[in-house]
């Protein structure tokens, strides 16, 4: 793929620039954002999609959309109500991106920021590896960031739960993933079993959009083993054909301390996996694979043994 130029790319900033009641942001993190995209890509435009009554004045950005609020969204766990901000996101996310001119975008959150530019050249390397035509549902390769984008749970497989901090790639392909088609009421059952899970935001913000593209609707219940009927081999080659994925310090996105420490590291899907699903590699066997292993190794001799 051709280099593309830094005024080829619209960052649409979505989200708050100060806390909010049940939300804790660092202090002066969105000012850090849009000044970290300004100093990296000095040509790109940035649009800031907000809320209406946040203190924006004086930030840096080009454009600022200000939204009426659409409030928390409620879906339940065996009629336990979770409040949730999904269809703020939504609405902050496809907002900014149906207001994008260029051919390329960046979804990137307010309480992220820029460390580097790596993105674009990983984007440009590998964006147009061949891909199949019957698992090829964007126009073109997005890229995403790894962190959440974990692969497996104990010892089971998991789908569908890709990152949603972070996204690169034709404007186009962004609004698919980030429609106006918000988050309805969701009800969810879980299966019992050693270390049991419901279904995460990752995974039904995921099935929203996938939906669309396959053309009917998809749910899942629990966190593992669950594919929403479409096979097993479905999600590995949906992403090889569709989703590039590494680790946020290897794109030169600090998605800050809040999400350092995050427990699943080595279940996060990344570069080396990447790779091996679209047969451009062997199969990885680093560290972070063989923890991958002993990980899932205990949690299935752990399911057996508690039942």
């Not at 660092?26 to 649009?47: A, D, Q, V, W």
């Not at 949906?238 to 290897?250: G, R, T």
Request: net charge positive.
């Amino acid at each position: 793929m051709n280099k593309i130029a830094d005024h080829d790319i619209t960052f649409v900033v979505q989200g708050p620039v100060q806390a909010g009641d049940g939300r804790t942001q660092i202090s002066n993190i969105t000012s850090e954002c849009l000044s970290s995209i300004r100093s990296y890509f000095p040509s790109s435009t940035i649009i800031l999609s907000t809320w209406k009554g946040q203190p924006h004045q004086g930030l840096d950005y080009d454009q600022v959309i200000e939204l009426d609020d659409p409030g928390s969204n409620i879906i339940y766990h065996d009629g336990q109500p979770q409040t949730l901000n999904n269809n703020r996101q939504m609405v902050s996310s496809h907002c900014g991106l149906k207001a994008v001119t260029t051919q390329y975008a960046v979804k990137i959150r307010s309480d992220n920021k820029l460390i580097g530019r790596q993105f674009v050249d990983l984007y440009c390397k590998y964006a147009d590896i061949p891909r199949q035509e019957q698992y090829s549902f964007f126009k073109q390769r997005t890229l995403t960031s790894s962190t959440f984008f974990i692969s497996s749970h104990h010892g089971r497989p998991v789908y569908f739960h890709k990152s949603d901090l972070f996204d690169f790639g034709l404007t186009e392909d962004l609004l698919t993933i980030w429609s106006s088609n918000c988050i309805k009421e969701l009800s969810f059952t879980l299966k019992p079993g050693y270390k049991a899970r419901y279904t995460t935001t990752e995974q039904f913000l995921t099935l929203n959009w996938l939906s669309k593209l396959i053309g009917k609707p998809l749910k899942i219940n629990n966190l593992t083993g669950e594919d929403a009927g479409l096979g097993t081999d479905f999600w590995p080659q949906f992403i090889a054909n569709n989703i590039i994925v590494d680790a946020p310090e290897k794109l030169g996105l600090d998605v800050t301390e809040r999400f350092y420490k995050r427990g699943n590291l080595a279940l996060e899907y990344d570069l080396a996996d990447w790779l091996y699903l679209n047969n451009q590699s062997g199969k990885p066997r680093d560290k972070k694979r063989i923890y991958r292993r002993y990980k899932n190794l205990t949690g299935t001799l752990l399911r057996k043994l508690k039942g």
